[in-house]
């Protein structure tokens, strides 16, 4: 018997599924930051080379 049938065979379905839903919910989280972190960095892009201007002066 297999590390995955020893799994499937002691988890209820309901169990398998709030594994699954938490697993979808934090892969959601991370895409969703992500997608905010490049949109962040491309609109504050200018401000890092007046930064790196003044900090170099």
Request: aromatic share 12%.
């Amino acid at each position: 018997m297999g590390r995955a049938d020893i799994l499937r065979v002691t988890l209820s379905s309901i169990q398998y599924m709030e594994y699954i839903f938490g697993m979808l919910l934090l892969k959601r989280i991370n895409d969703q930051f992500a997608a905010e972190q490049e949109d962040k960095q491309k609109k504050f892009k200018h401000l890092h080379t007046v930064g790196a201007y003044y900090l170099s002066c």
